[in-house]
């Protein structure tokens, strides 16, 4: 199946409510969707990580999908986390968020090829890299679904900040 350009509309997830006349769009890894109208963002996360921010008063919300922890000099783009979660809470907040009321979901960081690593595994470390870089900010993480060996398939309202896992 070929890969969907960035913001392409999709199909209603299966296993979340209708979708309430929100836009679907599709999050590529590596990037990101900041929206400030009722969106439902779909992503496959494996030991990638995804940030979902959201603002409960200004209904604004953004998720990022990062691939790696951190940046190297020469790119500093948002597939890497050291990168993504900054630049999502600029972002969120540019497009109205109020920086003291965000709150924050993550998911991912799988170790889906586990059986072929030693050691520290890229899944975790994306994990801690999002769960330092929230504390950090003085975000809350109220919802997390990370770790284990199995991919998901993540859906994330923006308005109202739910968020629905499938396990792959």
Same mark, same amino acid.
């Given at each position: 199946?070929?890969?969907?350009?960035?913001?392409?509309?999709?199909?209603?997830?299966?296993?979340?409510?209708?979708?309430?006349?929100?836009?679907?769009?599709?999050?590529?890894?590596?990037?990101?969707?900041?929206?400030?109208?009722?969106?439902?963002?779909?992503?496959?996360?494996?030991?990638?990580?995804?940030?979902?921010?959201?603002?409960?008063?200004?209904?604004?919300?953004?998720?990022?999908?990062?691939?790696?922890?951190?940046?190297?000099?020469?790119?500093?783009?948002?597939?890497?986390?050291?990168?993504?979660?900054?630049?999502?809470?600029? @972002?969120?907040?540019?497009? $109205?968020?109020?920086? =003291?009321? &965000?709150?924050?979901?993550?998911?991912? /960081? %799988?170790?889906? !090829?586990?059986?072929?690593?030693?050691?520290?595994?890229?899944?975790?470390?994306?994990?801690?890299?999002?769960?330092?870089?929230?504390?950090?900010?003085?975000?809350?993480?109220? @919802?997390?679904?990370?770790? $284990?060996?199995?991919? =998901?398939? &993540?859906?994330?309202?923006?308005?109202? /900040? %739910?968020?629905? !896992?499938?396990?792959?």
């Amino acid at each position: 199946m070929a890969a969907l350009p960035a913001g392409t509309p999709i199909s209603p997830p299966s296993n979340a409510p209708g979708d309430g006349g929100r836009t679907q769009v599709y999050l590529h890894a590596g990037d990101l969707v900041i929206a400030s109208r009722p969106t439902a963002v779909v992503t496959i996360l494996g030991s990638c990580v995804a940030v979902c921010l959201w603002d409960p008063i200004a209904r604004v919300g953004g998720v990022n999908h990062y691939l790696l922890p951190f940046h190297v000099e020469r790119e500093k783009s948002p597939r890497f986390g050291s990168v993504a979660i900054p630049r999502l809470v600029e @972002e969120v907040v540019a497009s $109205g968020a109020d920086p =003291r009321r &965000l709150q924050a979901k993550v998911f991912g /960081g %799988a170790s889906v !090829i586990g059986a072929f690593s030693r050691g520290r595994r890229l899944g975790d470390d994306n994990a801690v890299l999002a769960a330092e870089s929230l504390a950090a900010l003085g975000i809350p993480i109220i @919802e997390r679904d990370v770790g $284990g060996t199995k991919g =998901r398939k &993540l859906v994330f309202h923006s308005d109202d /900040g %739910a968020a629905w !896992i499938r396990l792959l």
